[in-house]
Antibody
């Protein structure tokens, strides 16, 4: 069955950086576009970014464009989200998604 | 940037039909997806491609779309259907995806 497992969350100071990883299994990793979605505490869902299966096409929400970078390593079945210049408002649970399949989420807390 | 608009809340009595709307300019040409999120849990897809239901989702959930509005209908809503519902779609170019603000469904 499809499994998505995020890692790399944690506490970081404003202006800092963090890399999230997502390991996929139970499906042909190279066949699918993948996305990152987040949810701030008590708030709604926010789409952040997607990447095509070949990495040729990527798109970002305006809120993270220029600060976050999505990438993937198909050989290792890994999806990444590099987050730079983090802000307090980036505090959220970050989900790796493949269509209707979601990981368990990784908590990122940005606080001084 | 593209936006999807949902009512903040919908309330029905048990056994009634709940309808949650989602409006967006690109909905005439782009599919709508609907997610259910119960407290403390990850979202679950209940409707995809406007009106298709994943096999594990009960028949009480249905979707439709007409013009710039998509609608999620929950027939015979029960207390266990309470939660937040989000519509999800993409802009006209298919490049930027967006969630609606979410609708809190209360059944009481």
């Amino acid at each position: 069955q499809v499994q998505l497992v995020e890692s790399g969350g944690g506490l970081v100071k404003p202006g800092g950086s963090l890399r999230l990883s997502c390991e996929g299994s139970g499906f042909t990793f190279t066949d699918y576009y993948m996305s990152w979605i987040r949810q701030a505490p008590g708030k709604g869902l926010e789409w952040l970014s997607y990447i095509s299966n070949s990495s040729h096409h990527r798109s970002y929400a305006d809120s993270v464009k220029g600060r976050f970078t999505i990438s993937r390593d198909n050989a290792k079945k890994l999806l990444f989200l590099d987050m730079n210049n983090l802000r307090v408002e980036d505090t959220a649970v970050y989900y790796c998604t493949l269509g209707s399949y979601w990981g368990q989420g990784a908590l990122v807390t940005v606080s001084s | 940037s593209y936006e999807l608009t949902q009512p903040p809340s919908v309330s029905v009595s048990p056994g009634q039909t709940a309808r949650i709307t989602c409006s967006g300019d690109a909905l005439p040409i782009k599919f709508a997806y609907w997610y259910q999120q119960k407290s403390g849990q990850a979202p679950v897809l209940v409707i995809y491609d406007d009106n298709k239901r994943p096999s594990e989702i009960p028949e009480k959930f249905s979707g439709s779309s007409s013009g710039t509005m998509a609608t999620l209908t929950i027939s015979g809503a029960q207390v266990e259907d309470e939660g937040d519902y989000y519509c999800y779609s993409t802009d006209g170019n298919g490049d930027q995806w967006v969630f609606g603000g979410g609708t809190k469904l209360t059944v009481l």
